[in-house]
Structures are given as C-alpha cells and as structure tokens.
C-alpha cells in the first residue's frame, strides 16, 4: 500500500525540500500539497486517508496555533509534524500541547527531518535535539485559574470540554442543538472569564491544569449557586 503525506507549507521552495526529505525516507510515496489551511482541509476530505501530515505553523489567514487546532479538528486520529521556524520552547510546548505528533526545525539538514519523519511514523515523539519545556507556572497561577474555570456556567463549561477537543463553533452548536451565534458568545465569554485573547490560549491554558478534577469541582460549584 503506497504511504502517503500532505505538505501544508505556503513556501514552494520548502515544499520542495520536504518533498525531497520525504523521498529520501519513503521512495515512491504519494506526496499532496497544499498552500493554505483551507487546501489542507479540502485535501483531508478525501476518503483515502494520508498517514502523515507535514504543517508550518506560520500560514495565510491563520493566527497562533488555530491552523494546526483546525486541521486536528477535521481529522483528529491525523499524526501532524510540525515543520517549523520558530524554535522558542513556549511555542513547542504549546504545539505539543495542542496535539502536534512531533515538532522540528525548518533549519536542519536534510537527513536529519528525514529521520525525524520515519520517527514519527513509527509512533514516536520528535523534538528539537536540547528542547527543555518551558518551566510550569507556580501552584498559585494554577489555583487562580482553577478558579475561573468554577466561574463558567454549566453550558459554557461543555463548550470548553469541545473546544478543548479541537470542535469548531459550527460542530459545537449541533452538539449541543443551539445556534452557532450562541456558541460564539459563549466562547467569548469563556475567553474573558479565563483572561485569555484567543481559543487557542484557552486550551493552552487549561491543558496546564487536570482538566477533569478541576471540571468534577466546578459542576458542583454549579450546583451550589442560587
């Protein structure tokens, strides 16, 4: 059966050199492209399902880390590397964070992201070689923030359990059998409560605590208020 991978790049020269990589790692692989995050989606609509996805994270039309929560959104069982420029620890450790299956440096050599990508494919976790994550927030951030996770409603809380789940607004609302308006004020609303400027932090944010207990303590907070 033929591998196949999608390169989500907006730079043709650096398309290239994956495909290139990809070639050296896997002769005869089928290899898609796709110059925006819209592509990518159109790309992974198709049946036939790519075994690796290759993603820059600095796009057209994207903010943060909203391309990488979108396209996990569309296909969330896809394995996505992260091949990017950026080699600030925050930004790897977030990447992770939001589901990335490994993360590199458009800096290294040939051989070296060849490798990388048969180690993803083989179900391992790439990083940078000296990558040490970003040190943790202290017990009293983490509390606070605890905190404003008891302050959502009930519903606001289940759309940040989806959210956190890479759901878009439109899939939220026909889960939860509302308008997609509503599910946009409800999100902002999560984001002013937690202190966060984009979905994409809130996750990021949340990912810091033990999700589950903190929502177990915040229903019953629910439940106590008049």
């Given at each position: 059966m033929t591998v196949r991978f999608l390169i989500v790049d907006d730079h043709p020269l650096f398309r290239e050199a994956l495909q290139l990589a990809i070639q050296s790692a896997y002769p005869g692989a089928e290899i898609v492209e796709a110059s925006s995050i819209a592509a990518a989606r159109e790309a992974l609509a198709d049946e036939q399902p790519f075994d690796l996805l290759l993603l820059d994270l600095s796009m057209p039309g994207t903010r943060g880390f909203d391309g990488l929560i979108e396209l996990r959104a569309a296909r969330p069982k896809q394995p996505i590397l992260v091949v990017s420029a950026h080699e600030d620890?925050?930004?790897?450790?977030?990447?992770?964070t939001c589901g990335a299956a490994g993360y590199i440096s458009k800096s290294v050599k040939k051989r070296d992201l060849s490798e990388a990508i048969q180690d993803v494919m083989a179900g391992l976790v790439v990083l940078p070689k000296g990558y040490t994550p970003p040190a943790a927030n202290g017990p009293s951030q983490e509390t606070d923030l605890a905190a404003r996770v008891a302050s959502l409603t009930r519903q606001q809380l289940r759309v940040l359990q989806m959210v956190r789940q890479g759901m878009l607004n439109k899939q939220i609302a026909h889960e939860l059998g509302v308008g997609e308006t509503t599910i946009k004020a409800h999100v902002s609303e999560i984001m002013r409560k937690l202190n966060v400027v984009s979905r994409t932090q809130a996750v990021i944010e949340v990912a810091r605590l033990d999700f589950d207990s903190v929502l177990a303590s915040a229903y019953k907070e629910n439940d106590?208020?008049?």
């Open positions: 620890p925050r930004i790897i450790h977030e990447a992770m106590r208020r008049p």
